[in-house]
């Protein structure tokens, strides 16, 4: 069993920063590729970032591409999600999440652990 406990989030102004945290127990994550997946009101949970078990290789959404750097330190067993230049629009519950898969799994089903999910809310 992996626990993910997220952290991080909040409230921020439009072109702000925020630094997320998921910090994983149970196992260590260096086997797990990890994601960061985003459920805004009254819409379905979608991909964000992903980053290989070796955190060699990533993967962007279009809508934060540029924008937001997923890394990870699994010697501290912690994967990071950096947000810049936020938008009113990456306002959503934000959830990290672990995939038996080493590449890059993209879909939510690939993924086994989910974390709890934390609040990021941006004003304009």
């Known amino acids: 069993q992996v626990q993910l406990v997220e952290s991080g989030g909040g409230l921020e102004q439009a072109g702000g920063s925020l630094r997320l945290s998921c910090t994983a127990s149970?196992?260590?994550?260096?086997?797990?590729?990890m994601g960061w997946f985003r459920r805004a009101p009254g819409k379905e949970r979608e991909v964000v970032a992903v980053?290989?078990?070796?955190?060699?290789?990533?993967s962007y959404a279009d809508s934060v591409k540029g924008r937001f750097t997923i890394s990870r330190d699994n010697g501290k067993n912690t994967v990071y999600l950096q947000q810049d230049n936020l938008k009113p629009e990456d306002t959503a519950v934000y959830y990290c999440?672990?995939?038996?898969?080493?590449?890059?799994?993209?879909?939510?089903?690939?993924?086994?652990?989910w974390g709890q999910g934390t609040q990021v809310t941006v004003s304009s």
């Open positions: 999440a672990a995939s038996l898969d080493v590449g890059l799994p993209w879909t939510v089903s690939e993924y086994r652990y």
């Open positions: 149970g196992r260590t994550i260096n086997t797990y590729g």
């Open positions: 980053i290989s078990a070796s955190g060699r290789s990533t």
